[in-house]
């Protein structure tokens, strides 16, 4: 639907106008002692999808606080309190000397905490569509996750196989498998992207630690014995740490940056992969714009001494839809009303795992 | 009955299909309906309508019972209509009856209260726990430790007597020697004493021992370690609200280790201690000078005191000094031959589990 160049998706929001309501979240969340955040991440949700338009229409987030906070009381019971109890078993297993124990829980513990990741990523997803809302209709799943759960670990475990050459593979697959089994209105998203795609990015990963062996292997055969032999002592010069200090700083800079680029091309293949009925999704972003905001996050967070981190999800989201397009056709009559059950609780696992962003 | 539209400002979705109806609205006091070519919806009750938050100047309200039912208007609904209609929810239910800024005061005093209780609850708490329940819980957390733990009879005696002379009323379960490198000395749960070899090997006399580990009798005397516990546990509940990393940061900073009130106590019993048993603090008050230098001099450590637990190491150092009397003829804690049972503990210890780092 982008005839005339015009995008399907839109933001429309501006920092003035989102300022007052990050403050007063911020304001809220410090004086509740952090009990406020999920009436505050609501709020922002609010703002953001009521300024994110979509062919002719805004989008609507119907999700509430309370519910993301029914989310965070049910973990806390579930699986907080267990894994509370192993942090602090597992060490006193180990002072008392019972280390086979302690590291078989620990492992079992740890490939819980795996599985259930796996599920938090998947009812995440679910849980935003379920609230989002396009010309009165919203999306969801009328599957639970928990199937999703175990091809999360099984899918990452393989992925790690032959120097984890097949982590792009497990990558793409897991997004085709999680989206397929999401809908909007009637129509069920399909998810066909192909990890050849990005697996030439992926290979960069392994270029890195080839410079720097290439590098420590200059240092030592050439510069190193030609500087001992001009220095005269038994002791490798400054020159040599010098030397040592570029490869790591190297290394340093070098891997984050792989890192972007990669994720750019992986977001840009696994959206360029989702349709929906006859609708076609794109996403534009390049390595530069990731790399353009990253600094821009740094910048602001600094500049304001940590306080701009209050506008990081408005800018993520802003970035997010303006690189967000579709292309294609879709029938309003024959978009009905979703059938799926709506989750009645919300991000509760994910947001004990820290995995929300925005 | 009023009516008006049907027009481009009003919209309206049925939360059936994804249709946008123009419906012309009428009312009376009791309700409304939308009525469009081809379809309407209604009557309805006012009570039924939601207002919808957040939605760039338009208005939006929805239908109680109805997923995607929508009644949308550009800019404010018409005045005649809008007398109808909810308020719009803002910051949440409760802050909105409130007001923004009596909320803020209303929550903001509760949380300074909330976080002052948990910050002194404990000190009035723990000397309620039974010292039962404290010893089991220390046995549950630290155990034998792992048999790292340097023990000779010859050690063991000369333990006993340390204790004898500095705390005899404390209820102590166990002194032990630790054999992990650190120059330091901690009080467990459950009135055990660890003292890590290199505080050892690093004395210079046992009258040094003598005075840090009276320092750690007056903690177990005063039961500090179960008053640090309830505190981490009370912080780490109350923080939970937080985000991962904001609560561990601030649990961190206020939870660490003890009080410096606990610690100054703790000096205080030292001192008294090493008088009672003619032990000279002259040897701890050097032991402390060698930790000032340590911690990078008494200007650094004085402006990073403020987070700190322990007092400053010149202040502790002038403290033990100063409590020493001038021409007394004190006596050694220990013979040269018990103190030589202490540092060799490790070395003869035969089943003692290797030299290892701490694990937490």
Known sequence: MSEQGARAFGFEGTWREYAPIAFTNLLLTIVTLGIYRFWATTRTRQYLWSRTRFIDEHLEWTGTGKELFIGFLLVLALFGLPFLFIQFGLQALLLQGYVGVAFSLGFVAFGWIFYLSGVALFRMLRYRLSRTFWHGIRGGSDDKGWGYGWSYVWKNFVGSFALYLLVPWAMISLWNERWSKMSFGPFEFSATASEREIFKRFLLFYLVPLVLIAGVVFAALFAAPSAMQASGGSEPPASFGIAILLTMLAVYVALPLIAVAFYAKYLRVAIGGLSLEGLDFHFDARTKDWFMLILGDIGLVIVTLGIGAIFLNYRHWKFFVTHLDATGEISLAQLTQSTTAAPGQGEGLADAFDMGAI | ?360
């Open chain 2, 1 to 360: 009955m009023t009516q008006i539209g049907p027009d481009e400002t009003i919209w309206h979705y049925d939360g059936s299909n994804a249709t946008r109806h123009h419906p012309a609205l009428s009312w009376n006091a009791d309700g409304f309906s939308l009525h469009w070519d081809g379809g309407g919806s209604g009557p309805h009750r006012w009570s039924d309508l939601m207002p919808m938050t957040g939605t760039a100047g338009r208005s939006l309200y929805g239908l109680r019972g109805v997923s995607g039912w929508r009644l949308g208007f550009a800019g404010l609904p018409p005045e005649a209509f809008a007398v109808h209609l909810p308020l719009v929810a803002r910051y949440g239910r409760w802050i909105d009856r409130m007001g923004l800024w009596r909320a803020v005061g209303l929550f903001g005093v509760v949380a300074v209260a909330v976080v002052f209780v948990v910050l002194r609850a404990p000190q009035w708490l723990a000397p309620l726990v039974p010292q039962s329940w404290e010893n089991r819980l220390g046995d549950a957390m630290v155990g034998d430790f792992g048999g790292r733990l340097c023990e000779t009879p010859r050690s063991a005696a000369a333990l006993a007597k340390l204790q004898s002379q500095l705390g005899k009323d404390v209820p102590i379960r166990q002194i032990g020697i630790a054999n992990i490198g650190i120059v330091n000395a901690v009080a467990l749960p459950g009135g055990r004493i660890l003292i890590f070899s290199d505080l050892i090997s690093e004395a210079k006399s046992p009258d040094e021992l003598a005075g840090v580990l009276a320092h750690e009798i007056g903690h177990v005397r005063h039961r500090d370690t179960l008053t640090a516990l309830v505190r981490q546990l009370g912080l780490s509940v109350v923080l939970g609200g937080f985000s991962g990393d904001v609560g561990g940061t601030v649990n961190g900073l206020l939870a660490m280790s003890y009080s410096r009130d606990a610690e100054r106590a703790a000096d205080s019993y030292s001192i008294d201690a090493l008088r009672g048993a003619n032990i000279s603090p002259l040897p701890t008050a050097a032991f402390f000078k060698k930790l000032g230098k340590l911690s990078g001099g008494d200007a650094i450590e004085r402006s990073m005191s403020w987070m700190g637990s322990h007092p400053v190491s010149s202040e502790r150092e002038k403290a033990f000094t100063a409590s020493a009397v001038k021409g007394h003829a004190y006596r050694p804690s220990l013979s040269p031959a018990e103190w030589q049972a202490l540092v060799n503990a490790c070395a003869e210890d035969k089943d003692v589990a290797p030299p290892t780092k701490m694990l937490f």
